[in-house]
């Protein structure tokens, strides 16, 4: 299986793409990463679902190259089950080993089992494992800020303290979404500076960038920099 794998994925190389890709995750070995479009992936999850030969793909753990943990997480995607998907992710989120697998894992059936979903994102943020933590404050992000907001959830994400530059990044990403999304809940959190202060002035920069925030909010975040 390992062999048939890498031939696919070889056959799907895109050089230009692997030369660029490398830039953007560092710390990954350029050699580990082939360097495959997502979409193509994407397809190629589908089609091993589709074959059979998905389950065994995802059990042979630990994964050698950039885009296998990519393909893992785009069939894990896939699977309906929420019970399932839960088991499947315990085995794989400490195999992630770079933010964009971490982001690029989005399962499908998350949106339907919110009221589940929550007290696994809860303990995956209380994770000793960097990414486990960054997939866990992205599961809020993502499904927490709307409908489902309750004012307890930033609370959690700030309690967060750690030295990891992407978990540092996701806070960050997380209260910057969190200001464009709930204002009036989040704002004391830059007003009594609950963050540190990197992540303080990471989230009023992303803040900023962001064209859900208006720009009398901009003005005002300007005046909050640490």
Same mark, same amino acid.
């Given at each position: 299986?390992?062999?048939?794998?890498?031939?696919?994925?070889?056959?799907?190389?895109?050089?230009?793409?692997?030369?660029?890709?490398?830039?953007?995750?560092?710390?990954?070995?350029?050699?580990?990463?082939?360097?495959?479009?997502?979409?193509?992936?994407?397809?190629?999850?589908?089609?091993?679902?589709?074959? #059979?030969?998905?389950?065994?793909? !995802?059990?042979? *753990?630990?994964?050698? %190259?950039? $885009? +296998?943990?990519? =393909?893992?997480?785009?069939?894990?995607?896939?699977?309906?089950?929420?019970?399932?998907?839960?088991?499947?992710?315990?085995?794989?989120?400490?195999?992630?080993?770079?933010?964009?697998?971490?982001?690029?894992?989005?399962?499908?059936?998350?949106?339907?089992?919110?009221?589940?979903?929550?007290?696994?994102?809860?303990?995956?943020?209380?994770?000793?494992?960097?990414?486990?933590?960054?997939? #866990?404050?992205?599961?809020?992000? !993502?499904?927490? *800020?709307?409908?489902? %907001?309750? $004012? +307890?959830?930033? =609370?959690?994400?700030?309690?967060?303290?750690?030295?990891?530059?992407?978990?540092?990044?996701?806070?960050?990403?997380?209260?910057?979404?969190?200001?464009?999304?709930?204002?009036?809940?989040?704002?004391?959190?830059?007003?009594?500076?609950?963050?540190?202060?990197?992540?303080?002035?990471?989230?009023?920069?992303?803040?900023?960038?962001?064209?859900?925030?208006?720009?009398?909010?901009?003005?005002?975040?300007?005046?909050?920099?640490?």
């Amino acid at each position: 299986m390992r062999e048939y794998i890498k031939k696919e994925l070889f056959s799907l190389q895109d050089k230009s793409y692997k030369e660029f890709h490398s830039r953007l995750i560092p710390n990954i070995e350029s050699e580990r990463i082939i360097g495959v479009r997502i979409p193509e992936l994407r397809n190629l999850a589908k089609r091993f679902i589709k074959e #059979g030969r998905a389950e065994a793909f !995802i059990k042979d *753990l630990p994964h050698i %190259f950039y $885009e +296998e943990n990519n =393909l893992h997480a785009f069939i894990l995607e896939q699977i309906k089950d929420y019970d399932l998907l839960i088991s499947e992710l315990e085995r794989f989120l400490p195999y992630i080993d770079n933010w964009a697998t971490c982001d690029s894992l989005r399962p499908k059936v998350f949106q339907r089992n919110t009221e589940r979903l929550l007290s696994e994102a809860e303990k995956w943020m209380n994770s000793s494992h960097e990414y486990t933590v960054r997939f #866990g404050i992205e599961v809020l992000m !993502i499904y927490y *800020l709307d409908e489902h %907001f309750s $004012e +307890e959830y930033p =609370l959690k994400v700030a309690e967060i303290k750690s030295d990891k530059y992407y978990i540092n990044m996701m806070i960050a990403w997380y209260f910057a979404t969190a200001l464009a999304k709930q204002w009036n809940a989040i704002i004391p959190y830059i007003e009594q500076n609950s963050l540190s202060q990197w992540v303080h002035n990471k989230t009023i920069q992303k803040a900023i960038e962001s064209y859900r925030i208006t720009p009398e909010q901009k003005k005002y975040l300007k005046t909050l920099k640490r």
